[in-house]
């Protein structure tokens, strides 16, 4: 973390201080995870009775976009780099976070399927946060399925089973997927299987359009990984 993160983490830390003292319910909760930031606030209010408290709160310390940032190392990608933060930095330098950079042509490159095809009209007004798109942008590095990546979406919505009453598949029951984050707050996106799995297709195709080093290194480790397979040979 450099100095200007650290400076910005603490004014958060100050802002809120009250709320993390008096250990407010609401707050935590709106925690992305909860139950390790009942734990800080937890630490909070220990030092804040002694300074000389010992913290036993274990920290994390993790790469940013590690996995993409091998693969761009070993390609010397000199467009993914600065995205994953191999560049040279000082202080004064925002964190750049590839998470977020990807959500843009992802989030347009879905409305647009939904635009230009009727099957998949639902996907017109989507619009998929960050927080949702991390795991699968991250793991299809790491050759995740399409599978997988459908998988890894759905787990972020509820679902409920709904009879087909009339039109193709009658009578056949079916998922949708309720809530979807949509480029209009007020709307309610309602998404089938069908959907999900066009959208893993997407964020699986985009990253290695936005980065065509990866793709290539990607697709050199896959046909390594079947040649050996397919020699009987170890792969370590």
Not at 16 to 33: R, T
Not at 182 to 194: A, F, K, W
Request: hydrophobic share 40%; net charge positive.
């Amino acid at each position: 973390m450099n100095k200007k993160s650290f400076e910005s983490r603490m004014d958060w830390v100050n802002v809120n201080k009250d709320k993390i003292l008096s250990l407010d319910k609401d707050f935590i909760l709106s925690a992305e995870e909860s139950i390790k930031f009942a734990s800080f606030c937890l630490t909070m209010v220990e030092l804040e009775k002694d300074p000389n408290f010992k913290v036993k709160t274990p920290v994390f310390f993790d790469a940013t976009c590690s996995g993409l940032q091998h693969l761009a190392s070993v390609m010397r990608d000199d467009i993914l780099a600065p995205n994953v933060n191999l560049d040279s930095q000082t202080y004064k330098d925002v964190v750049s976070d590839v998470y977020s950079l990807l959500a843009k042509p992802i989030n347009e490159e879905i409305r647009k399927v939904g635009r230009n095809n009727l099957i998949y009209e639902n996907l017109s007004e989507v619009n998929l946060p960050r927080k949702i798109l991390k795991r699968s942008v991250m793991t299809t590095a790491y050759n995740v399925s399409i599978f997988g990546i459908k998988e890894q979406i759905a787990s972020f919505f509820k679902s409920k089973r709904v009879k087909i009453i009339s039109g193709p598949g009658e009578g056949k029951t079916v998922v949708q997927y309720l809530k979807i984050p949509s480029i209009y707050p007020d709307r309610t996106i309602v998404l089938t299987q069908m959907d999900l799995f066009k959208i893993a297709e997407i964020i699986y195709s985009v990253l290695f359009k936005e980065y065509p080093l990866i793709s290539l290194l990607y697709g050199y480790f896959k046909d390594m990984a079947k040649l050996m397979s397919s020699a009987d040979l170890p792969i370590e």
